[in-house]
């Protein structure tokens, strides 16, 4: 594929600081950009992703779907067609590991019942 066709992405992360720029093909799926993204995640940043399931890629505001590709999500810059495009990307632990975390995190709870008569 010749270089000109070739796409230039950034990450933006939480905090503020990015990942990239990377170069990706058109024919690139979301999928892939995010199994990128846990691959280079900064070891000195806490709250990591552990798998793509967690990321949430987000681009002009819309969040994207694995099975598109860069393509199809890219969204048109009339005046910047060679410019960088940044997707955000937000790490989302699933469901079910925050429920289990949070339970074992919550020391139990007696129940007490306090009542003042006067």
Not at 44 to 58: E, W
Not at 62 to 89: D, S
Request: net charge positive; aromatic share 4%; hydrophobic share 35%.
């Amino acid at each position: 594929m010749p270089e000109e066709d070739l796409l230039e992405l950034k990450f933006r992360l939480l905090d503020g600081s990015d990942m990239g720029p990377f170069r990706y093909s058109p024919a690139s799926t979301v999928a892939m950009l995010k199994e990128r993204i846990v691959a280079e995640w900064p070891k000195d940043k806490k709250g990591g992703p552990k798998s793509a399931n967690d990321i949430k890629l987000i681009n002009a505001g819309k969040i994207l779907e694995n099975n598109k590709t860069v393509g199809q999500c890219r969204t048109p810059f009339g005046e910047l067609p060679k410019g960088v495009i940044t997707m955000h990307a937000v790490i989302q632990m699933s469901l079910m590991k925050a429920k289990t975390e949070k339970k074992i995190d919550e020391a139990p709870k007696q129940n007490v019942c306090t009542c003042a008569i006067l």
